[in-house]
């Protein structure tokens, strides 16, 4: 189980992870908002840059978005529906049966369980749903993919944190003590050129952990390979990456 103290990759580049990250597919916030008796309010919980909380906004009067990294929510694009605060998952900070809808957007492998479902049970009204969805590694063509693979599992293997284990695991072997819904598929997608495909890579914790102890970017030793397995650097190639989610009722 998780200790449940802040687990911190990504504080110091909160400006790339705002640049660089993919946006969550419309279609994953109108299906969650199907779901939901009420659209009062929703608690979109390690908000991160706000990414998820301003896909909630079409669905839900309010938005809470919490993170316990000031430094994300210094760079979270401002929304008038959207509230922005510093606080972990297992403390918000956010009123009793408050929150129609609790979202998780790559984030529940880090929390302490046990403590976080406790704070979600606090925080939620009557019926209310808790959805959480990761991603792993993206699809581009494949001979990107074999690049990146060997990125991933060979280069960065021992940099990884070990909660990385439930996003390959796809959250299955996450505890969910809740009425689990199963939700259709979906994906994310982008048209990135090789430029903003690298400041991407960049973004992985254990890039920021490999050039913490090496003091190198693992990412510029394989660019080169990389460029050409992509071939023309200008071109805009499409970049999938199918969401893992996990969804249920809050009893």
Known sequence: ??????????????????????????GLFRCLASLTEEHASAWDCATGNGQAALGLTPWYARVEATDASAQQIAEAAPHPNVRYSVASAEASGLPDASADLITVAQALHWFDFERFYAEARRVAKPHAVLAAWSYELCQVTPEVDRVMEHLYASKLESYWPPERRHVENAYRDIPFPFTEISLPAFRMQAGWTLEHFLGYIRTWSAVRAYIGKNGRDPVEEMEADLTKAWGDATTAREIVWPLNTLAGWID
Do not use: Q
């Open 1 to 26: 189980m998780n200790t449940g103290a802040f687990k911190d990759h990504f504080s110091g580049h909160a400006g790339s992870y705002t640049r660089y990250r993919p946006a969550y597919p419309e």
